[in-house]
Every structure is written in structure tokens, then in C-alpha cells.
């Protein structure tokens, strides 16, 4: 495995290292009949593994019990789809309505990158044909901080739509649920798949709930770390978590858990995310460490086809981000006043820090 870089032509594969995580980042070609339906999708990783994860193949290798470990029928209905990954999904459909004729015919392109500092890496890529209409971006971000008690994975997808539509963002975690600042009770008495194709059928449906505020937090534990997911949502926006296994007879899927966020009837949109690792729990002493998150808010100050800004802080910090995602010229200067205060940044991003 290379360290801090980029393998491939046109599309490619990424991965980004950071002291506490390691990014997997996917922006490939169809990969001929054996590709899914993942452009612009990543997995995430710690020393204890995968932290968020590719589903990767409905498949038990070798296991006879299992199909004579061959492929299974839940590896193109579900392993296959664009929902069963980190990626952005338009109108529960899968990318490029789930052919690989059609899918094999362009690459995403890598917009931007730079891994040339210690404390930040970035990479972002844009992917235009997996729907008709829609312009898909993602820009992701490791950082370093010493006033984080872990390591920052930063998450930003721009969407563009002709037409209004539906996004979901999933986030495939692995872990359990330990707090949230949403109320989304769990359906006790009936579960139902979250849809009726595109792997959506294979996704029991175990409780939704509507956003009230302009942001959310999630809080999990696995394998006995803490991480802390902080989204930056609309009033109305949707949070569906759900578990594979639904439509799956022969239990062939693994029960994994999986967090959406649903944007309905809507066209230019921002979702940032930040995956925030901050704590563990000892199994000797049975003393959890650092289980809160460290970081407190998270606000979108600018959001347009151009630029992209938000801060998020902690007790004693506020960070601030920008970017450009239109423009990769690192000597371009670009300025936006929100508010009567004026963020100004050279190049395609910039990340302020300052004591509050």
C-alpha cells in the first residue's frame, strides 16, 4: 500500500494517513463486471480496523455452507448498489441506474489534492455522469490537531441538480449506538425494509425520525473507541438508521448498522460531515476515556456553487474552513463577506485556528 497518495489513471484510489486514521478514498473506473456502484465513496480506518466501512462482496470465500463460497444473489442486489457504500445517493437510485455498460464509459476526476503537510491532508473529486443532471463532489480532509484528542476526518459533499430530487448520505459505521442529539426512537413492534430496490430493500428500516435544527450529532462505540459524527443539516432534513439483513432468506447479509441522512425535494446542496475520534473504554479498569465529544458546534456560514464555509469549536478553539471548489489555482485569492466578516483565503482551501 502507498502512503499518502494516488494510484491510477483518470479515476484512481486515495488514501490519506493521519496519527489516530487512514482514508480510503475511491474515485475509480467501473472496474468491468465486478465493479459497484461506489464512485466518489471512502471507507475509514484505525488501529482497530475499519471504523467506517466498504460492505465490499456478498461472499464467504471458500465457506461451502455458503453457496460453495461462491458469490451470492445479495451481492448484486445489495453489495453492488450505491447505497451500500459512503457515497451520495440520488433518489434511492444507484449510479448510473446500476450498468456497467453505461458506467464503464467515464471516470470521475480528481479536482484536487494536497498531501504535502503533516497536520492536513485533502483530496477532492468530482464524479457528472453517474446521474443524468446532477454534479456530484466530494471533498475530504484528515487533520491532526493537539487540541483534539484524536484525529479529524472532514467530509464535504456539494451536490448540483437540474431538477429537484432526494440525497441521502449513508454512513455505514460499525459500532453501537451510544448517543445522539436527535429523537429517533426505535421501531418496537414492526420493521420494514427502507425501500423496494437498489439495495434499498435489504435495509430494515429501525427508526426515522425529522431534523428540527441546523445540525446533529451522533456518538458511537466500537471496538471499545469512541467517535462522534457532527452533520451540518436543514430544518425538515430526515435521519433513517437502518440494518442490513431485510429481504435476506437465507441470512446471508451481516446485520451492520447504518446511519442516513435524507435531504427531500431539493437541488444545490452542502452536506459536511466531521468523523471525530476521541476516546476508549478499558476493559480492564471498566473506565471509559474521553467518551464525549471534544468538539461542540458545527455552523455553515457560506454555502454556494463556488464556495463552501463553516466553522466548528470546541470549549477553548474555533476552526474555520474554506474552500473553492470550482477553482484548484493555489496562487487564486478568494474572499466572501457573510455577516459583515470577511473570510479571505489563497488557494483551493485554508483551515483558521483561533483561541476563543
Same mark, same amino acid.
Given at each position: 500500500m502507498f502512503r499518502d497518495g494516488v494510484e491510477g489513471d483518470g479515476g484512481g484510489v486515495a488514501v490519506l494517513r493521519a496519527d489516530h486514521l487512514e482514508l480510503l478514498f475511491k474515485f475509480s473506473t467501473q472496474g468491468m463486471g465486478h465493479g459497484?456502484?461506489?464512485?466518489?465513496?471512502?471507507?475509514?480506518?484505525?488501529?482497530?480496523?475499519?471504523? &467506517?466501512?466498504?460492505? #465490499?462482496?456478498?461472499?464467504?470465500?471458500?465457506?461451502?455452507?455458503?453457496?460453495?463460497?461462491?458469490?451470492?444473489?445479495?451481492?448484486?442486489?445489495?453489495?453492488?448498489?450505491? @447505497?451500500?457504500?459512503?457515497? &451520495?445517493?440520488i433518489n434511492e437510485g444507484s449510479h448510473y441506474g446500476g450498468s456497467v455498460k453505461n458506467a464503464e464509459k467515464t471516470n470521475p476526476s480528481m479536482f484536487f489534492k494536497d498531501f504535502d503537510h503533516d497536520k %492536513?491532508?485533502? @483530496?477532492?473529486?468530482?464524479?457528472?455522469?453517474?446521474?443524468? #443532471?446532477v454534479g456530484l463532489q466530494k471533498t475530504l480532509t484528515l487533520i491532526d490537531d493537539e487540541d483534539l484528542t484524536g484525529s479529524l476526518l472532514i467530509d464535504i459533499s456539494n451536490v448540483s441538480l437540474s431538477s429537484s430530487a432526494t440525497i441521502d448520505i449513508p454512513l455505514w459505521y460499525l459500532g453501537q449506538k451510544m448517543s445522539s442529539s436527535f429523537d429517533c426512537k426505535r421501531n418496537a413492534q414492526q420493521l420494514a425494509p427502507l425501500g423496494e430496490d437498489n439495495g434499498y430493500q435489504h435495509i430494515w428500516n429501525e427508526a426515522n425520525c425529522t431534523l428540527d435544527g441546523d445540525s446533529f450529532s451522533f456518538n458511537w462505540m466500537g471496538k471499545d473507541k469512541f467517535y462522534t459524527l457532527h452533520s451540518i443539516s436543514k430544518v425538515g432534513d430526515y435521519i433513517m438508521m437502518g440494518r442490513a439483513g431485510a429481504n435476506d432468506p437465507e441470512f446471508n447479509l451481516r446485520p451492520d448498522p447504518v446511519l442516513i441522512h435524507r435531504r427531500l425535494n431539493t437541488k444545490n446542496s452542502t452536506?459536511?460531515?466531521?468523523?471525530?475520534?476521541?476516546?476508549?473504554?478499558?476493559?480492564?479498569?471498566?473506565? /471509559?476515556?474521553? /467518551?464525549?465529544? %471534544? &468538539?461542540?458546534?458545527?455552523?455553515? @456560514?457560506?454555502?454556494?456553487?463556488?464556495?463552501? %464555509?463553516?466553522?466548528?469549536?470546541?470549549?477553548?478553539?474555533?476552526?474555520?474552513?474554506? &474552500?473553492?471548489?470550482?477553482?484548484?489555482?493555489?496562487?487564486?485569492?478568494?474572499?466572501?463577506e457573510v455577516d459583515g466578516k470577511t473570510y479571505s483565503w489563497k488557494g483551493f482551501y485554508n483551515l483558521n485556528k483561533s483561541k476563543k
Open positions: 459497484h456502484f461506489d464512485r466518489l465513496s471512502y471507507s475509514l480506518y484505525d488501529d482497530t480496523g475499519e471504523v &467506517i466501512q466498504d460492505y #465490499g462482496a456478498v461472499r464467504w470465500v471458500n465457506v461451502d455452507q455458503k453457496g460453495g463460497g461462491r458469490y451470492l444473489p445479495e451481492n448484486k442486489t445489495f453489495g453492488k448498489q450505491s @447505497i451500500g457504500h459512503n457515497t &451520495i445517493v %492536513i491532508k485533502i @483530496i477532492s473529486a468530482t464524479e457528472n455522469n453517474a446521474y443524468q #443532471g452536506f459536511v460531515n466531521l468523523i471525530e475520534a476521541h476516546g476508549k473504554y478499558s476493559r480492564t479498569t471498566e473506565v /471509559p476515556i474521553v /467518551p464525549y465529544s %471534544i &468538539i461542540k458546534s458545527i455552523d455553515l @456560514i457560506h454555502s454556494s456553487e463556488d464556495h463552501t %464555509i463553516f466553522t466548528f469549536s470546541s470549549d477553548q478553539y474555533l476552526w474555520e474552513f474554506m &474552500i473553492a471548489q470550482n477553482d484548484d489555482n493555489a496562487d487564486a485569492q478568494h474572499s466572501k
